[in-house]
């Protein structure tokens, strides 16, 4: 895995489809961005930096954030997850309140080389509550008691800033979907798939 030579971020500032404005630069080595969600008048990325010894092996893969405010960039690095030395990020989603920001992250698996470019370890959550990032639990997991790392397959919020997310199915388990909501999970009952023993839950949306 390697940081993007460079990325460039764009606005469209017009009906025509070539009315692009292109904004601060930010650099690669500091945040390869994986993904991005705008809140409050501010463009937030999250992604990962990454760092190489001379021969080439990544030495240094760890989480960032980065939010773009008034033409400058900020970039801060988040918290570890719980026993993790390693992690990348995956996906951000934005609420309409500024203290509505939540980030998944995966770490790798046992034996996993930091340099492989999907890791494929335990996931992480994470909330941003205005000033800084901070770790959020996941809900339970039947993969964790049959020593498998649930995956996460859905992710998304709510019109109330509530985060949602799915767990994948498996040929021993169907999919699971659980609510964030009072700091503490709640499972939601999925739908029955006429003659599917199990399945895993792609996506979700909210009106």
């Known amino acids: 895995v390697r940081p993007a030579l460079e990325q460039r971020f764009y606005r469209l500032t017009g009906r025509e489809q070539d ?13 390869s961005a994986t993904d991005a969600c705008f809140v409050d008048r501010s463009l937030v990325v999250v992604g990962s930096r990454i760092e190489k010894d001379a021969d080439g092996k990544v030495t240094v893969r760890r989480g960032v954030a980065a939010e773009l405010a008034a033409g400058r960039w900020s970039v801060s690095e988040l918290p570890s ?15 309409r309140p500024r203290d509505r920001i939540y980030a998944l992250a995966v770490t790798p698996a046992p034996n996993q080389p930091i340099g492989q470019r999907n890791l494929t370890g335990a996931p992480a959550l994470y909330r941003f509550d205005g000033s800084k990032w901070q770790s959020l639990p996941l809900p339970a997991s039947d993969a964790t008691a049959i020593g ?14 509530a985060p949602w997310l799915s767990y ?10 659980h609510r964030y909501d009072g ?21 979700l949306a909210f009106d």
């Not at 009315?19 to 945040?31: G, I, N, T």
């Not at 994948?168 to 979907?177: I, Q, V, Y």
């Open 19 to 31: 009315e692009w404005e292109e904004l601060a630069p930010l650099d690669p080595a500091l945040v």
């Open 148 to 161: 498998d790392t649930p995956r996460v397959t859905a992710f998304a919020l709510d019109r109330g800033g």
């Open 183 to 203: 700091g503490a999970w709640t499972a939601v009952p999925l739908p029955r798939v006429p003659e599917v023993a199990f399945y895993s839950l792609t996506g």
């Open 168 to 177: 994948a199915g498996d040929r021993e388990r169907s999919a699971s979907l």
């Open 81 to 95: 997850p719980v026993g993790a030395a390693v992690w990348s990020m995956t996906a951000l989603r934005c609420g």
